[in-house]
């Protein structure tokens, strides 16, 4: 219980003081060094947001494993995404070239027009009947797939990932 002359203490809506500021800049100063800002962060953000359509359903990632190739030291990253109406599964594996080549299977299985969106600029493609699909010579970056299924009326967007 406060005296009745006491003054009240500072609330949300009170401006703040040098004191505040003080304190403010030393936070940020301790973030900056502990957890700095990933470089990329703001790219990510951008090539997230550039979203043409307005109504997307955006899946998400239900499992990614890295798996060693058969021969040599090749590695490939399995990632799989999930939404209500739609699966993709994404098999990730290099070229001698320095590329990447995507061989995708999408559930329900139908052809569907498929675009890759890359920090190089987007990769038209679709799948077949079966649902299968694949994008060769792709670059290294953020990628991320917009799938629009024919029987549906929203597309269907992967998050963004970096390949």
Same mark, same amino acid.
């Given at each position: 219980?406060?005296?009745?002359?006491?003054?009240?203490?500072?609330? =949300?809506? /009170?401006?703040?003081?040098?004191?505040?500021? *003080?304190?403010? $800049?030393?936070?940020? &100063? !301790?973030?900056? =060094?502990? /957890?700095?800002?990933?470089?990329?962060?703001? *790219?990510?953000? $951008?090539?997230?947001? &550039? !979203?043409?359509?307005?109504?997307?359903?955006?899946?998400?990632?239900?499992? *990614?494993?890295?798996?060693?190739?058969?021969?040599?030291?090749?590695?490939?990253?399995?990632?799989?995404?999930?939404?209500?109406?739609?699966?993709?599964?994404?098999?990730?594996?290099?070229?001698?070239?320095?590329?990447?080549?995507?061989?995708?299977?999408?559930?329900?299985?139908?052809?569907?027009?498929?675009?890759?969106?890359?920090?190089?600029?987007?990769?038209?493609?679709?799948?077949?009947?079966?649902?299968?699909?694949?994008?060769?010579?792709?670059?290294?970056?953020?990628?991320?797939?917009?799938?629009?299924?024919?029987?549906?009326?929203?597309?269907?967007?992967?998050?963004?990932?970096?390949?």
């Amino acid at each position: 219980m406060t005296p009745r002359n006491a003054p009240e203490p500072p609330g =949300a809506g /009170d401006l703040l003081d040098e004191i505040d500021h *003080e304190l403010l $800049k030393s936070l940020r &100063e !301790l973030w900056t =060094a502990v /957890d700095p800002m990933p470089p990329t962060l703001v *790219e990510q953000i $951008k090539f997230a947001v &550039e !979203l043409e359509d307005v109504d997307v359903e955006v899946m998400r990632v239900r499992e *990614e494993e890295q798996l060693a190739a058969a021969r040599g030291d090749e590695r490939t990253r399995l990632i799989t995404f999930d939404s209500e109406s739609l699966t993709i599964m994404v098999n990730v594996r290099p070229n001698k070239n320095g590329t990447i080549r995507l061989d995708g299977w999408l559930t329900p299985p139908a052809s569907h027009s498929i675009e890759l969106r890359t920090s190089d600029g987007p990769i038209m493609t679709s799948s077949d009947d079966g649902g299968r699909f694949v994008v060769d010579d792709v670059p290294h970056g953020m990628t991320q797939l917009v799938v629009r299924p024919v029987a549906h009326t929203s597309t269907v967007s992967t998050p963004t990932i970096s390949l």
